[in-house]
């Protein structure tokens, strides 16, 4: 059965403060690797890692995927309380016609003052 | 631009009745369209995959006769819950992947929120 496990399941920081948001994975035809951010409706996309060592940015979130190990992170510096959200994980499978998206069941990180 | 509209956003009804949910990709083209469901503080279920011209595929344990997904064109799928009762009751949500543009993230409509009384 695939799997995709986060860690922490909550996280409470000051502003200013770095985090890093942990995803491992046990899956089978892996294809890729998705950072959504998730506040009251419906995910939004931050990033696709589809290989191993190369760090996509944006601004102040970054993410990195280890193939080999199995894991990706996020890290999250200066944070602000407008990064209060659920992060979701998820591994793109391939399943022949169409690759399907397996999700973990999130971090949810608030930022106080 | 890849923007998904789903509609409505909440839905409050008796139980018995059957509920349409729409999903339309409003800028691009989805041969591929995939439907969820999120309970309250969980992570996102994928219930079935949408295809435009077929039929959808459905994950194991959702039940085909009670969630009819339509996927008539390449911007809109629909999903119906038929005969809903109050364990229907969860947040919607639909995604769509642009056509033809191989290693697409999926990109997900705003949710709707179903109520059974």
């Known amino acids: 059965e695939d799997k995709v496990v986060q860690s922490p399941l909550s996280l409470v920081v000051h502003e200013g403060d770095t985090v890093t948001l942990n995803c491992s994975y046990e899956?089978?035809?892996?294809?890729?690797l998705l950072w959504y951010k998730q506040e009251k409706k419906a995910p939004t996309f931050l990033f696709m890692l589809?290989?191993?060592?190369i760090e996509k940015k944006s601004g102040r979130l970054s993410s990195i995927l280890d193939k080999k190990e199995l894991f990706s992170i996020l890290n999250i510096t200066a944070t602000q309380t407008g990064d209060s959200a659920i992060y979701l994980c998820?591994?793109?499978?391939?399943?022949?016609?169409?690759?399907?998206?397996?999700f973990g069941t999130g971090t949810r990180l608030q930022v106080t003052l | 631009g890849a923007v998904v509209s789903q509609h409505p956003s909440w839905v409050i009804c008796k139980s018995g009745t059957s509920v349409k949910i729409e999903c339309r990709s409003l800028?691009?083209?989805?041969?591929?369209m995939f439907w969820y469901r999120q309970f309250p503080k969980q992570s996102l279920m994928l219930m079935a995959t949408?295809?435009?011209?077929?039929?959808?595929?459905?994950e194991q344990g959702v039940e085909k006769d009670k969630f009819l997904i339509n996927h008539a064109s390449l911007t809109l799928s629909t999903l119906t819950v038929t005969s809903a009762h109050p364990e229907d009751s969860s947040f919607y949500i639909c995604?769509?992947?642009?056509?033809?543009?191989?290693?697409?993230?999926?990109?997900f409509g705003d949710g709707t929120r179903l109520s059974i009384l």
């Open positions: 998820a591994v793109g499978l391939y399943t022949g016609t169409a690759s399907k998206l397996t």
């Open positions: 995604s769509a992947r642009v056509w033809q543009i191989s290693n697409q993230p999926q990109h």
């Open positions: 899956v089978t035809n892996f294809r890729s």
């Open positions: 949408s295809n435009e011209g077929s039929k959808a595929t459905y």
């Open positions: 589809t290989s191993s060592g």
């Open positions: 800028d691009f083209q989805a041969t591929t």
